[in-house]
């Protein structure tokens, strides 16, 4: 399969609980990107993190980057319900100069 | 950072006919991509459209599908030939700011539905 993994497929929280996904990835990158949708809307970008970097942070958003397990997670804290939405990473592949997504987190916020 | 204009936006189209999507840049870049994303999936890549060459196609794509054309560097087509309802998606052209390292913008999408 072309796409990377991400774990959990679909994750359902509590208003205010924090919410992290997982993302795993094939070989050497770049970057590792990740990427909001909301249902039947556009890809929004929330945070780059570079292969050299090991964590990063925006607002609510903390990213970290491991690269000997090949492996990002995000966690997005105080999570509100307007964090709805599909999450998706994207892998820098400096080999091959293609970006690849994962399979996508389902986050679902109960109020 | 990157705007990018497709066309069209939406598109009901009958089986076996071809469609041409456009994508057009507001700035010139090296590293354009297409993706597909069908309903309920991620993103796959098609193909990286190369300026003034073929594009590379990856695995399960092939060019008599969906042949691209990219004659500068602001402007890339995606056809869809003979189509099929399993054509029916959402077709997504993207550009990297920035070569490799930078962030990956992307167009509106093309959501395409073959009857």
């Known amino acids: 399969s072309q796409q990377g993994e991400e774990d959990p497929q679909a994750l359902s929280i509590q208003e205010g609980e924090n919410a992290t996904m997982n993302c795993s990835y094939k070989?050497?990158?770049?970057?590792l990107q990740w990427y909001r949708q909301n249902s039947g809307r556009g890809l929004v970008h929330l945070i780059l993190?570079?292969?050299?970097?090991r964590e990063k942070h925006s607002g609510r958003l903390r990213v970290t980057l491991d690269t000997s397990k090949k492996s990002s997670s995000l966690l997005i804290t105080a999570s509100r319900a307007a964090d709805t939405a599909s999450y998706f990473c994207?892998?820098?592949?400096?080999?091959?100069?293609?970006?690849?997504f994962g399979s996508g987190t389902r986050l679902s916020i109960r109020p | 950072s990157a705007v990018i204009s497709q066309k069209p936006s939406r598109d009901i189209c009958q089986r076996g006919t071809s469609l041409t999507i456009q994508c057009q840049v507001d700035?010139?870049?090296?590293?354009m991509f297409w993706y597909r994303q069908q309903p309920g999936q991620s993103l796959t890549l098609i193909a990286t459209?190369?300026?003034?060459?073929?594009?590379?196609?990856e695995s399960g794509f092939v060019i008599d599908k969906f042949p691209i054309s990219r004659p500068n560097l602001t402007f890339s087509t995606l056809t869809v030939s003979n189509m099929s309802p399993e054509d029916s998606s959402i077709y997504l052209c993207?550009?990297?700011?920035?070569?490799?390292?930078?962030?990956?913008?992307f167009g509106e999408g093309s959501r395409l539905t073959v009857l």
């Open positions: 993207s550009v990297l700011a920035g070569g490799l390292g930078g962030e990956l913008f």
């Open positions: 070989t050497s990158i770049n970057n």
């Open positions: 700035s010139q870049v090296t590293m």
């Open positions: 993190i570079r292969s050299n970097e």
């Open positions: 994207a892998s820098g592949y400096s080999s091959a100069s293609k970006i690849i």
């Open positions: 459209a190369n300026q003034g060459s073929e594009a590379t196609y």
